[in-house]
């Protein structure tokens, strides 16, 4: 029998805080996803809520009448993204929390890690490595830690297509073996964590291309440089740039969450690739401004160092299983995509 929200809410009211300063549902409260079209009820709890792509994915969640917790480190931080005036049904938990809330959840996303593009120190390196190996691993020891009858039935677990090493000349898709760099040896730790969940739990890993959206990620970086007549290729321009439109992301994301179809590894990017030159050709055009003014390699390294690699290399990905599972991208073409961020 399915409870509403209201009762749901007055069974829980006299919790103390902080634990329940925020709406708290029961187990048998009935919850809420968009899949195929269609409205089904779910209670979905978010590592890297706060991100770039956490946010449009909460956002998303809410407005599909789903009921949200965002796994966090930082209430502060947390809740400066996501104030409860504006957003009243969210909660938000600390990582002292999170085992009580991961119980009551249908669903867990994985977000978490610390950005890639920058410097890389070896400091940084182990920065990136264990901020995802460090929050998989604790939300996959707190999932099997759960009473059966009560854990959540899916996680979804960001990965990357580092995980396939860079390549000029060479495609990848979900059935490519791994590279043999420092992103894919972090891509294969990362994946290798979440799929320690037990069994009946059911994994979908996305590994994630460029995701492009005007408030964050690579495009966020590039349209200033545009802006000032100064953007362009960036190395050869020949390298592959595989991207996808932040909008699909997130709905493959929930496809992924509320799809039973939905397992396994599935590449999180469009269905055609490009040159990093012809990316830039078309923000040129969508923006107005010219392309033509090549960031150097040398410079690039002088930035980034190591960290370059991401970004002067590249590798030509396909989402096979997304094409076989019938998703339906919104944008399927980078000049599409562009024209959406840059436009709207």
Known sequence: MTVSWSNAVSQFHSMPPPLYSRVFRPKSYSKTCIAGGKE??????????????GKKLVQKLIAGH?????????????????PAKKFPGIIIAEESEWGTYIESSDSIVNLAGVPISTRWSPEIKKEIKQSRIDTTSKVVKLVNQTDVNKRP???????????????????????SPPGNDFLAEVCKEWESCAL???????????RIGVVLGKDGG??????????????????????????????????????????????????????NPVRFSEMCDHLGEVMGR???????EFALKAVLGEGATIVLQGQKVFPL???ELGFSYKYAYVKDALKDIILS
């Open 40 to 53: 089904t009820e779910r209670f979905v709890s978010i590592t890297g809520g706060t991100g770039f792509i």
């Open 66 to 82: 789903n009921q949200v917790c965002v796994l966090t480190r930082s209430r502060a931080n947390a809740e400066l993204v996501f």
């Open 153 to 175: 039935s899916v996680l979804v677990s960001a990965t990357a297509v580092g995980y396939y090493g860079t390549s000029e000349t060479q495609s990848f898709d979900e059935q």
């Open 196 to 206: 320690k969940v037990d069994k009946d739990v059911k994994v979908v890993l996305i």
């Open 218 to 271: 690579a495009l966020a970086k590039m349209i200033p440089l545009f802006m000032m007549f100064a953007g362009g290729p960036i190395g050869s321009g020949k390298q592959w740039f595989s991207w996808i439109h932040l909008d699909d992301l997130v709905n493959l994301i929930c496809e992924s969450i509320a799809n039973p179809s939905y397992q396994g590894v599935i590449n999180g990017t469009a269905p």
């Open 290 to 296: 010219p392309s033509w003014l090549p960031v150097p």
């Open 321 to 323: 299983k997304a094409k």
